[in-house]
């Protein structure tokens, strides 16, 4: 019973309205990059207590705790809502999502090549497209729409690459 | 009036409130997101196809609903906007950090907060993607001594539309945003339909 999809514009609206919601009592928009920079730094803090004094991730790890912050909170809601959403909508499967017939193995091979790339694209952009490009965006800043027309149109120029990846998508 | 958001960053309510509350806006948010469809590769990688403009479209209308929230807020003076954290605006990391994202994109059809809605339903390559992002922020963090008077360059502080080409948030800002919004919109549309075209004569 696979339901169909909301219309995007009512998506839109309520995701809009969720991220005014988080301005309106956080102070701060909704992000997820950051959660996965502070996971791999506790991570790596917990193998070499050393690492509290890196020259970027000291700053997550001054209280002893890098998870402590609302953006990891905020994102194991974010991880909650998908599932309850899903498993209302039948729509809870293991699956490696690909184009038509391309292999499994070059599928999840460009999925960790592009994880690598992403995470670290987001420490030199200060967030992804939820904490910099539709938080920043809704809140009016420059930088916001420089990095979405940016990513965005590297990855249309790129994507002639990918192409039997994504065959049929 | 006693109150005026946000309610943390002005200090009218404690932090732990504040994380339980953000727990909900969380929840909200990756329901919403799985509902639209961002729970799969597949959308996310058919925007750069224009075969679906389903992402994008969301996009637009979350962005132009957040802002008109934001002005209606401000305009009444329930909202002193201000005291919202807003990422400071890096102009030469944005550029180039936001073709590495975007490349990370196309390849892999996730980015950080669609892949959370990804791994809570059973998506193997989300997972992967997952351990691929803790391999790239742990290389950041042991080379960032390489990296960082570049990525703290074109340092514009908290800069809104209005700084850039002058008026206020209920002028420039809003109607520069709107625009962008929709003119994003109209491209993605024209795109679509040339490339469909094409695709029907099977080129």
């Known amino acids: 019973m696979n339901e169909k999809y909301w219309n995007p514009i009512f998506s839109g609206f309520l995701l809009g309205t969720v991220l005014f919601i988080a301005y309106a009592v956080a102070g701060q928009g909704i992000g997820a990059s950051g959660a996965f920079a502070r996971v791999t730094a506790q991570l790596t803090y917990l193998v070499d207590p050393n690492f509290a004094t890196n020259a970027y991730a000291g700053k997550y790890l001054r209280s002893g705790n890098a998870l402590g912050n609302w953006i990891v909170v905020e994102v194991v809601g974010v991880m909650i809502g998908g599932y309850i959403s899903a498993a209302f909508s039948g729509r809870i499967h293991q699956s490696v999502d690909r184009g038509d017939d391309y292999p499994v193995s070059k599928r999840l091979m460009f999925a960790f090549l592009g994880g690598i790339l992403v995470a670290f694209a987001t420490r030199l952009t200060r967030g992804c497209t939820s904490g910099q490009a539709l938080s920043g965006a809704g809140g009016f800043s420059v930088g916001a729409w420089i990095f979405m027309l940016s990513a965005f149109g590297a990855g249309m120029l790129l994507s002639p690459f990918f192409k039997n990846q994504w065959k049929g998508v | ?203």
């Open chain 2, 1 to 203: 009036m006693d109150w005026i958001l946000p309610l943390f960053t002005t200090g009218q309510i404690a932090n732990n409130l504040n994380l339980f509350i953000g727990l909900f806006i969380g929840i909200g948010f990756g329901f919403i997101l799985e509902k639209a469809g961002f729970g799969t590769s597949r959308h996310i990688a058919s925007v750069f196809y224009f075969s679906k403009l389903v992402v994008t479209q969301t996009m637009i209308s979350a962005i132009v609903t957040a802002a008109t929230w934001v002005v209606v807020f401000s305009y009444f003076g329930w909202m002193d906007f201000s005291h919202v954290f807003i990422p400071i605006t890096y102009v030469w990391p944005y550029l180039f950090g936001g073709m590495v994202f975007g490349a990370g994109m196309i390849m892999s059809g996730w980015c950080p907060g669609t892949v959370l809605v990804g791994v809570s339903t059973g998506k193997i390559d989300a997972f992967v993607f997952v351990a691929g992002m803790l391999v790239g922020m742990f290389t950041y963090f042991q080379t960032y001594q390489y990296f960082e008077a570049f990525a703290n360059s074109g340092n514009l502080g908290r800069f809104t539309i209005d700084k850039l080409v002058g008026g206020n948030m209920f002028t420039s800002s809003y109607l520069v945003t709107v625009i962008l919004a929709i003119g994003l919109g109209v491209f993605m549309n024209v795109m679509k339909n040339i490339i469909d075209k094409k695709r029907v004569k099977g080129v």
